[in-house]
């Protein structure tokens, strides 16, 4: 049996499941104030009466909701709805004293007996058709309350899956920015070298090779270990230690327990290289990169510093890569205080990037 088929019995046994609790309760009641009244009704023909009564009800229940979808679908006004309700209501009047009528040889209550069927029908519509047009406009409240409940839940899912595409489309948007940046940036370094160590610029080529298919197995992941971002970080700077040489000294300070933290991929890429190129490119002297992790209160903080000039003191314009990070954090983590760039009192610059630990 198939997932929708069983769907499906499910709701009709719980449908009718409704409709017999009703019925129940109206037997009980009807069997009570029969029994104190002095009449000779017993509860199986109360009970079978009242089923009769209320599973006719049921039925037409369903051209009433078909009515209504109908109604919605064709979004017509207000007075051509109410006509079409109105209209509703006497064919539900009708269509039940019928059924009811049909039904009657098998569930006649003692007052009618004897009575055959027009004149039970004509009884029936006398004596039920304030109720039955009471229990119509219950049924087109409720169906009306439901379809307004489902279309707003159905309305949510799909904003909720909208927003998610498109903050997807961001992102990779954002990634697909930050891709040929780097490359660019490695091709500008290699050629730079080629005047200088031919051997040198065919290593950084090779690795620079290696990067980009790592790189490329990664390019649909928006968030990866730490640690994965880290192997990827080690192949950029193994270039870079090429252009550098021995004066490049970088330090790796990262908890065993934070390898596993999610980051965004290529997050910490474009730190280490706006420091290479901004913060010490042009120095003679050696050239330290500390590169951390950290868990503090709720968050895990990660930190590239350098040990170059610093900062300005005129208003820092940030250039594709560090912009780029803002973006994806906002795009990511939305609203907060998720990258922050200062200078350090010992000289040089730290960039940070604040990450929410979903963990904690």
Known sequence: MTASRHSGILKLLLYLGGWTAI??????????????????????????????????????????????????KERIGGKKKAVFLVIGSILFTL??????????????????EGADISQYVELLFLKTWHFNLLVYWVIVVLMVLVHAYW?????????????????KAKLQA??????????????NSISALMYQDVEAADRMLIQLSELL???????DEQMVALSKEVNLLKKYLAIEEIRFGNRLKVNFDLPEELLSFKV?????????????????GKSVGEVRLEISAREEASRVILSVCDNGKGLP??????????SNIRNRLHETFGEGKWFEISNQSQGGVCCRILLPNRGS
């Open 313 to 322: 003191t005129t208003q820092v314009v940030e250039g594709v890569g560090l």
């Open 95 to 112: 269509s039940y004293v019928v059924v009811r009528g049909l039904l009657s040889r098998v569930t006649e209550r003692a007052d009618l």
């Open 174 to 187: 954002l990634q697909m920015q930050l891709n040929p940046h780097f490359l660019f940036n490695s091709l």
């Open 264 to 280: 965004p991929t290529l997050i910490l890429q474009p730190l280490v290289e706006n420091a290479l190129k901004h913060g010490i």
């Open 213 to 219: 298919r790592s790189a490329l197995k990664q390019s």
């Open 23 to 72: 019925a129940i309760t109206f037997a009980g009641q009807f069997y009570v104030s029969s029994s104190r009244a002095g009449l000779n009704v017993s509860l199986p023909q109360a009970l079978k009466s009242s089923l009769a009564d209320w599973y006719t009800y049921g039925v037409l229940c369903l051209p009433v909701y078909f009515l209504i979808l109908s109604l919605h």
């Open 151 to 167: 279309s707003s839940q159905i309305a949510e899912k799909r904003a909720v899956v909208l927003e998610s595409e498109l903050q």
